[in-house]
């Protein structure tokens, strides 16, 4: 599988993900974050992807998840100041898609995309 890789310019961050939240359906995210002050750290892994956005007023990324289980506990994973936006998609089945975020605080931000499986007697996802 072949994977490719864009970077998305600053002016096109919140239509970009704004439109990607409405088309993306289910999919599950792993959220981890590197930097050397903070090492490696999961924050949050397979929780379900809600929605990204970009705050252009308060120039921050805001990742939301629904943590498994009931009842629905919605999350948010802010990414301060982020600098680039890189997009990582692999060919489907399944969906892969990693955004490579760096902050203002040179941390790198990896929020990792993938289509759930199917239940049993279920078709997969196209």
């Not at 949050?44 to 009931?70: K, N, S």
């Not at 506990?73 to 955004?99: N, S």
């Not at 931000?109 to 289509?115: D, S, Y």
């Amino acid at each position: 599988m072949a994977t490719t890789t864009q970077e998305i310019p600053r002016e096109a961050w919140r239509s970009y993900f704004d439109e990607l939240t409405k088309v993306l359906g289910t999919v599950e995210a792993t959220v981890e974050v590197v930097g050397r002050d903070v090492g490696d750290q999961i924050q949050a892994e397979r929780h379900v992807l809600t929605d990204v956005t970009y705050d252009d007023q308060a120039d921050a990324m805001i990742v939301g998840l629904d943590a498994p289980g009931p009842p629905p506990e919605r999350r948010e994973h802010r990414i301060e100041q982020p600098q680039r936006v890189l997009i990582a998609t692999g060919g489907p089945p399944p969906l892969e898609m990693t955004f490579d975020i760096i902050d203002g605080q040179q941390h790198q931000w990896l929020i990792r995309l993938e289509r759930p499986p199917a239940l049993p007697g279920e078709a997969a996802p196209a």
